[in-house]
């Protein structure tokens, strides 16, 4: 890609000719692109089809302003973008359509991601950052509508922390903030509260953002008079305009076929968002879709016939191909000629993505064969199998899943033989599982040698005459030295900042380190996530604070959608260790209970999720992310800041392992199981049970996600031979999963002598007040009598019934 600093005087018109030419030739090989993509999808070589037709041309001038270092936060049409910032071939392209699982060939998540999905590769293959400076950088974009947004702020917010944090070793991220962060999305996605949320964030951060509005007047089906008052995003964003007086945004209008006057919006809107650190909103009009939305039905069900010529006359490929007519720049038989030759280009490049793909699947249907064919010959069902063969010999475009499904159906017809043929057949399809499900199922969490689970415990140490002190003093000192050490460690949150959180665990901090590192922010959780997303994944050590863990619900789709599933679809080439800083448990109220753990788990799968039961545990934590490359939740316990703990002469070196349990009373009878403030009541129920001859070991989960990996909840068991899951989530949540993972996981159903027990909260959201609460979750004498009635079940002489 050139750079063009002015097309009007800082160009010859020979240059000028040239560049134009190859902006056109860009704007058409995109195009042919997206109509061959379609056919691909249409003839079944590819499940789904969301192209970038109608929206070249805008994109060709946002990409003449996109510099290195800078970051795309976008939308799934950006293909000619990425084409003409260089990040995208022709091959790269149909390969992503394909889902080709090899990331050389399909770069932008190795097929884990439908194509109109962009990434560029921020991470090495050992997990060590590459220097965002000296490339283009795309965040790695996601399906849900105006979910890259919130993102979008924290790649912008990032630019704002170099440029006025001191300290930070900016190396390999910023040149002293000069770096835009350019988000793109459509006009009908404006109507999420995404949108409207980020808009409002960056105008109140002030931020070098510069988001592109693709209108096109749809949303799929439905117009723009069904989205949008007044039909028009820019005129009711009007109150967000900057005046001399007020900050805000600079809000530009373009068409959208305009290339001249795109050209000079973008520089513009490069300069004011990259020199001043002001928001931009270009406004993109005039915009078409000339294959609808996506190939899963027919813009013409639902355009006018009106719309429809209106379209066709309003291409902006066909307005800038009039232009260079006009212009003098070239002849219409020069044009037809580079098309003519595109569409060639493509076609060979289409075709060599195709056998490309389907290769090394030919190569493995080829050698099952063989391996059938002597399976056949050696089988008394011989005669079974040959029709198995016939239909895998059959395939002329196999899909890797049609070769092992006819392999597996084979093996079912060698029940009880014993040859060398079927131990091949056997030994084949165990090979294809170890070598193709990673293809589909690495990197979750991180894999490299900054792995968080990898970093080793430190365990708090005390002098002699240590003194207790609050909880929030703990993790108050902590934060302190996380902020002394780590110059681009930061906070923010609700009441972050001047009262030190609601709990004052950062009291004085903003004081010390100031606003932009320990930070108030607004009521906007799902932007709260996002600025910590975005500066993640520009280097820094963002820690993102919601207030309480019921918040939570507000940002789940960004955590779910975005952060739990980043390392994955990038295939381990971008992570964001971004760690979310909440609190919860044993609060009171349907709407302030904190327990809802189990809906969380089920939908953060790529975060770890833990759960400290004191303060010193939770300081552990922090220091152990730090150090490690994955996302994380720290749940917080709400009732344990003004109870009492030992001081540690070590906090600030304290590592809290990931994915360990602690066993914290050893016992003969039963293993019980808890986590967070639970535990507690379960500490103190144990002392209490012994009373009556019932010696319970008490195990501490800690890590939720991941669980217990050296499986020693199972050793436990295998002593006791009994186990109950205390929990204050709803029945069938966090009790489930953990029970799952102790029965399942670790096979600890060999090792029962009774039923398997789970002790939660009622079905219902607890209720208000201390009655509510002691009705609503497991109150000590519910944790006494659940477990006096497992051991009167086992021994009702011993124990006999209680009530």
Not at 35 to 50: C, H, M
Not at 368 to 391: E, M, Q, R, T, Y
Not at 406 to 432: D, I
Request: glycine residues 8%; hydrophobic residues 35%.
């Amino acid at each position: 890609m050139q750079i063009i600093p002015d097309l009007k005087n800082n160009i010859s018109f020979d240059d000028f000719k040239t560049e134009v030419l190859n902006d056109y030739s860009i704007a058409v090989k995109s195009r042919e692109c997206s109509l061959l993509g379609r056919r691909e999808v249409l003839t079944g070589k590819a499940k789904f089809g969301i192209f970038g037709d109608g929206k070249e041309v805008p994109q060709l001038a946002m990409a003449k302003s996109f510099l290195k270092g800078d970051w795309r936060s976008g939308y799934y049409r950006d293909q000619t973008f990425m084409m003409a910032i260089g990040e995208l071939t022709i091959e790269q392209f149909f390969a992503g359509l394909y889902a080709n699982t090899n990331l050389d060939l399909e770069p932008m998540s190795a097929g884990r991601q439908m194509g109109g999905h962009f990434t560029t590769h921020s991470l090495d293959d050992k997990g060590n950052w590459k220097d965002l400076t000296k490339q283009y950088n795309s965040s790695a974009d996601i399906s849900p509508t105006a979910g890259q947004m919130p993102r979008l702020l924290g790649l912008a917010q990032a630019s704002k922390i170099f440029r006025q944090v001191k300290g930070i070793d900016t190396t390999l991220f910023s040149n002293n903030g000069n770096e835009v962060a350019w988000g793109t999305i459509g006009n009908a996605s404006t109507s999420e509260g995404l949108f409207f949320e980020t808009i409002n964030a960056a105008g109140v951060l002030q931020v070098p953002m510069v988001i592109s509005i693709w209108d096109d007047e749809y949303g799929i089906s439905v117009h723009a008079r069904h989205q949008t008052t007044k039909e028009n995003i820019s005129e009711i964003l009007k109150g967000f305009q900057r005046d001399n007086e007020q900050k805000g945004y600079e809000i530009l209008r373009v068409k959208g076929w305009d290339y001249a006057n795109l050209i000079e919006t973008y520089q513009e809107a490069s300069t004011i968002a990259r020199e001043e650190h002001v928001p931009v909103l270009i406004h993109v009009t005039e915009l078409t879709q000339p294959q609808g939305h996506s190939t899963s039905g027919s813009h013409e069900r639902y355009k006018s016939p009106e719309r429809l010529e209106w379209e066709k006359n309003n291409d902006c490929n066909l307005k800038m191909r009039e232009w260079i007519i006009e212009s003098g720049i070239a002849t219409n038989e020069t044009l037809t000629e580079i098309e003519r030759d595109i569409k060639k280009e493509v076609r060979e490049a289409k075709k060599n993505a195709w056998l490309t793909f389907l290769k090394p699947i030919q190569k493995e249907q080829k050698e099952l064969i063989s391996i059938l064919n002597n399976v056949a010959a050696s089988s008394i069902n011989g005669v079974f199998i040959k029709p198995i063969i016939a239909n895998l010999s059959a395939l002329t475009e196999p899909a890797r899943k049609d070769v092992l499904s006819l392999a597996r159906q084979a093996l079912r017809h060698t029940l009880g033989e014993n040859n060398e043929a079927k131990q091949q057949l056997v030994n084949w399809v165990n090979s294809m599982f170890e070598t193709v499900q990673p293809k589909f199922s690495s990197h979750l969490y991180s894999e490299s040698e900054k792995s968080t689970v990898l970093v080793k415990e430190v365990k708090p140490t005390f002098d002699a005459d240590t003194i207790q002190v609050d909880g929030r003093i703990i993790i108050r000192d902590n934060f302190d030295a996380i902020f002394e050490s780590y110059p681009e460690a930061l906070i923010f949150g609700e009441d972050s900042g001047n009262i030190g959180d609601v709990n004052q665990g950062l009291e004085g901090l903003q004081e010390k380190y100031g606003e932009l590192r320990v930070a108030d922010v607004g009521i906007r959780e799902a932007t709260i996530i996002g600025q910590g997303i975005g500066m993640a994944l520009r280097g820094l050590k963002p820690i993102a604070e919601i207030q309480y863990l019921d918040y939570i619900l507000y940002a789940l789709n960004v955590i779910s959608d975005d952060l739990a599933t980043l390392h994955y679809r990038t295939k381990g080439k971008q992570k964001a260790p971004l760690i979310i800083r909440t609190r919860g448990h044993r609060l009171e109220g349907i709407w302030h209970s904190g327990s809802q753990m189990g809906g969380i788990l089920n939908l953060v799968r790529g975060i770890h999720v833990l759960v400290p039961r004191n303060m010193t545990k939770a300081a552990g934590f922090y220091n152990t992310l730090l150090q490690g490359d994955d996302p994380a939740l720290v749940v917080e316990c709400l009732n344990g800041y003004r109870l009492k703990e030992k001081m540690p002469n070590n906090l600030s070196e304290i590592k809290t392992p990931i994915g360990v349990v602690e066993t914290l009373k050893t016992g003969t009878d039963i293993t019980l199981v808890s986590y967070g403030s639970t535990l507690r009541i379960v500490e103190q129920t144990a002392k209490e049970l012994l009373s009556v001859g019932i010696d319970a070991e008490v195990i501490d989960v800690q890590s939720l996600l991941p669980f217990d990996l050296n499986h020693d909840i199972v050793k436990s068991i295998a002593k006791t031979n009994r186990v109950m899951v205390i929990d204050e989530d709803v029945p069938g949540g966090a009790s489930a999963y953990i029970l799952n993972e102790i029965l399942n996981t670790q096979n600890a159903y060999q090792y029962l002598d009774g039923q398997p027990k789970t002790l939660t909260a009622k079905a219902h959201r607890p209720a208000y007040g201390n009655d509510g609460d002691y009705f609503s979750k497991p109150s000590a004498e519910d944790i006494f009598e659940a477990v006096y009635e497992v051991m009167h079940e086992a021994n009702p002489e011993s124990y006999p019934k209680l009530r």
